[in-house]
């Protein structure tokens, strides 16, 4: 399984990125797919995930309503990205993409995701 994440950067606060996560080398519809975030000094968290099978999707409660995943499948790959909306400082981290083998619809909250890809970091700062 390899995972490929891009498109941070810097951004003034208020502004938008989209980060896209590249999958590959797994039977696409297996696995669900997670962002996950780790400021300086702090703890990695998890940012939101999208479901194995119904692509329901589940945020973490300060980017509800900002933050927006999607998936899209190809023949040998998926690609999931992340519009951010309304970025603010604290959303300054650097962003990972993560799989897991999943149950079929189940909620990819709580997974101990365990294929990941190198980061990509986002500054927000004006």
């Known amino acids: 399984v390899q995972l490929q994440a891009s498109g941070g950067g810097l951004v003034q606060p208020g502004g938008s990125l989209r980060l896209s996560c590249a999958a590959s080398?797994?039977?696409?519809?297996?696995?669900?797919i997670g962002w996950f975030r780790q400021a300086p000094g702090k703890e990695r968290e998890w940012v939101s995930c999208?479901?194995?099978?119904?692509?329901?999707?589940?945020?973490t409660d300060s980017v509800k309503g900002r933050f927006a995943m999607s998936r899209e499948n190809a023949k040998n790959t998926v690609t999931v990205s992340l519009q951010m909306n309304g970025l603010k400082p604290e959303d300054t981290a650097v962003y990972y993409c993560a799989s897991v083998l999943a149950g079929y619809r189940r909620p990819c909250v709580g997974y101990e995701y365990n294929y990941w890809g190198q980061g990509t970091l986002v500054t927000v700062s004006s």
């Open positions: 999208i479901n194995r099978g119904d692509d329901k999707t589940y945020y």
């Open positions: 080398g797994f039977t696409r519809d297996y696995y669900a």
